[in-house]
């Protein structure tokens, strides 16, 4: 076999196997970088959810639960707070556990380095 034919296939070769890699990685490094976005435009949205939800009027412990922001936000949120906000023969202290949602959904947002 000649050195030029041998050459030429294994060019070939290369070329095929090389175009067949991109052709293939290419969508895969585009799904990658299309499920990070869309993975922080999901926190994003939590995080404004919860920041429109807990930072207006005091709500009782009761109307923070069944809020949809809050079932939302609660399986980031401390034990500790989902805890006390859990309690029901508790009363007072709401303002309390709006500030510490707040504190804790900032914090969550720094983790996430969405600021």
């Known amino acids: 076999m000649n050195d030029t034919i041998f050459i030429a296939l294994i060019s070939a070769g290369f070329g ?3 175009g067949a890699v991109t052709s293939l990685g290419a969508p895969w490094v585009n799904w990658g970088i299309e499920k990070r976005r ?3 435009t999901r926190r994003r949205d939590l ?3 919860a920041r429109l939800m807990f930072s207006g009027r005091t709500l009782r412990r009761e109307e923070i639960r069944q809020s949809p922001a809050y079932g939302a936000i609660r ?3 401390s034990s500790e707070l989902t805890n006390n906000i859990g309690k029901n023969n508790i009363s007072g202290g709401e303002q309390g556990i709006q500030d510490k949602i707040m504190q ?7 983790k996430w380095k969405l600021i």
Do not use: Q, Y
């Open 16 to 18: 095929l196997l090389g």
């Open 38 to 40: 869309d993975k922080m």
């Open 47 to 49: 995080i404004n959810n």
């Open 75 to 77: 399986p980031f949120l």
């Open 104 to 110: 804790e959904v900032s914090a969550l947002e720094k």
